[in-house]
């Protein structure tokens, strides 16, 4: 689950995402599981651009080979361009 709510020029974005298969498969670690926390930001500096930071905190993931999951931290530019053509 995951959502985005913008107020004014902030925008603020959050989610949750948990997955734990019932079906165990043989090639995969018995204790496969996704389970993390989305949490991040942004501010609209002007109508096609963005600076914003996102955030993804693990809580107690493990990947189909048996290593645990990671945090990352995320800090961006975005810039929205418009390619106009004209078509004869």
Do not use: C
């Amino acid at each position: 689950m995951r959502g985005a709510r913008r107020v004014g020029p902030i925008g603020l974005i959050g989610g949750f995402t948990y997955l734990e298969p019932d079906v165990k498969d043989p090639l995969l670690d018995p204790d496969f599981k996704t389970a993390y926390l989305i949490l991040g930001g942004e501010w609209f500096v002007a109508r096609a651009a963005k600076v914003y930071t996102k955030s993804k905190i693990d809580l107690g993931s493990q990947t189909a080979t048996g290593a645990s999951g990671d945090s990352v931290f995320t800090i961006g530019l975005r810039n929205d361009f418009l390619w106009r053509t004209t078509h004869q």
